[in-house]
């Protein structure tokens, strides 16, 4: 499977940006893709996941009424929506696949197995 994001950007604070991941390669076996961020001074940070055929989302508690996932069957692409964005959104955002199998809530990186290279979004106060 491979991953391309893109979308990132420099915005303002309140300002929004529209990240996008296209998956291409082989079918996503468990179905489900998230959003991850990081920053140089902090761990990898989960914060938005869908599951693929239903369209169910969770998201981080951070970002909760102002990210939105969705996905596009057609072009095989999952985006990630950010509104109202604010100075610590900075980071730079993965896409990833998750792991089929398991009882998993797909928080955590080790329950993704590929990873896009990252987009860097950067929010200026």
């Known amino acids: 499977v491979q991953l391309q994001a893109s979308g990132g950007g420099l915005v303002q604070a309140g300002g929004s940006l529209r990240l996008s991941c296209a998956v291409s390669g082989r079918t996503v076996s468990s179905g489900v893709m998230g959003w991850f961020r990081q920053t140089p001074e902090a761990a990898r940070e989960f914060v938005a996941v869908i599951r693929w055929m239903s369209g169910i989302t969770d998201y981080a508690d951070s970002v909760k009424g102002r990210f939105t996932m969705s996905r596009d069957n057609a072009k095989n692409t999952v985006d990630l929506q950010m509104n109202s964005l604010k100075p610590e959104d900075t980071a730079i955002y993965y896409c990833?696949?998750?792991?089929?199998?398991?009882?998993?809530?797909?928080?955590?990186?080790?329950?993704?197995?590929?990873w896009g290279q990252g987009t860097q979004v950067t929010v200026s106060s």
């Open positions: 990833a696949v998750g792991r089929p199998g398991g009882w998993r809530t797909y928080r955590s990186p080790a329950d993704y197995d590929y």
